[in-house]
């Protein structure tokens, strides 16, 4: 904090900020919509209220499994709003909530054995998120083991990963990652 704000300094190579300063390349148009429509309207649980490709989108349709994900100490989805997925999914769910914040607790892999995890009571969407982890059992470690075993129960047969990449009758136009995503919007 102090070399950063204070001295202006660059911070030392730590692979949260490399995360961290990974931008999308968005197109501006599709950008808005998106805040707009998500963000301050919250249309996206309003059912036909918002719209991709002229088709009305209603959650309460959907029936697929869904695995939600929130980070105890998130700034940027505050726990309270990844749980409320849970009060429009009408399908089967399960909700678990991550020690940490926005990238730490998500990123944080089985095999640094940092961190934990809380899981509810089976099939228990309480409407507030603090019935929820009142009631909610921490478990120790990372939660991408819940994760994998929860995929484990919804996936198909496992296939051995393909030795080569791409269809051979698309050749690659240029290396990876493309030229497009070095792209600046314009200004315009």
């Known amino acids: 904090m102090v070399g950063n704000y204070l001295k202006g300094e660059s911070p030392p ?91 730490a607790g998500v990123i944080n892999p089985p095999q640094a054995n940092k961190r934990s995890h809380w899981i509810g009571k089976k099939d228990s969407f309480p409407e507030s998120v603090e019935s929820w982890i009142s009631n909610a059992e921490e478990k120790p470690g990372s939660w991408w083991s819940d994760w994998s075993e929860w995929l484990k129960g919804h996936a198909g047969k496992q296939i051995a990963a393909p030795k080569d990449y791409g269809r051979a009758e698309y050749k690659a136009l240029e290396p990876a990652p493309g030229s497009y995503v070095k792209v600046r919007a314009s200004t315009n």
Request: with cysteine; charged share 20%; glycine share 10%.
């Open 13 to 103: 190579p730590f692979d949260l900020l490399y995360w961290n300063s990974d931008s999308t390349n968005l197109p501006g148009p599709f950008y808005a919509w998106y805040l707009r429509n998500t963000y301050l309207e919250n249309k996206l649980v309003q059912p036909g209220a918002a719209k991709v490709c002229g088709e009305k989108i209603d959650l309460n349709l959907l029936d697929m499994p869904v695995y939600v994900y929130g980070s105890r100490e998130d700034h940027i989805v505050p726990i309270g709003g990844a749980y409320a997925t849970t009060q429009y999914w009408k399908g089967p769910k399960r909700f678990v909530m991550g020690a940490s914040g926005h990238i």
